[in-house]
């Protein structure tokens, strides 16, 4: 397994943009699929983004198409999510998420079941 440690939260006025950086340990970054979840006060962890080992393929929950990227650099051992006009809606708490994938270049999954790492989390905060 990875250990996993975010960073970049904080606090932005709606229309905004922020960068969470998601740095892994260990030297087999580039076998897992990497994804991002929030959970918001109240409410249940969702999934924001997920991107495969390769870095070729990403999937993005409806509501943060368009509006958010994800992106990962395998010599760095780092995954990001840069998020752009930002809502308050997007208030929560981010997780990134690793999933051991060594066997697919394509694999992007969604569920929080697939991943087996998890960070600590980082707070982002929208005002409006």
């Known amino acids: 397994q990875v250990q996993l440690v975010e960073s970049g939260g904080g606090l932005v006025q709606a229309g905004g943009s922020l960068t969470l950086s998601c740095a892994a340990s260990g030297r087999t970054f580039g076998s897992y699929a990497m994804g991002w979840f929030r959970q918001a006060p109240g409410k249940e962890r969702e999934f924001v983004a997920s991107i495969s080992r390769s870095g070729g393929y990403t999937y993005y929950a409806d509501s943060v198409k368009g509006r958010f990227t994800i992106s990962r650099d395998n010599a760095k051992n780092t995954v990001y999510l840069q998020m752009n006009s930002l809502k308050p809606e997007d208030t929560a708490v981010y997780y990134c998420?690793?999933?051991?994938?060594?066997?697919?270049?394509?694999?992007?999954?969604?569920?929080?079941?697939?991943?087996?790492?998890w960070g600590q989390g980082t707070q982002v905060t929208v005002s409006s």
């Open positions: 998420a690793a999933a051991f994938s060594p066997a697919s270049y394509y694999y992007t999954p969604t569920k929080e079941a697939d991943f087996g790492s």
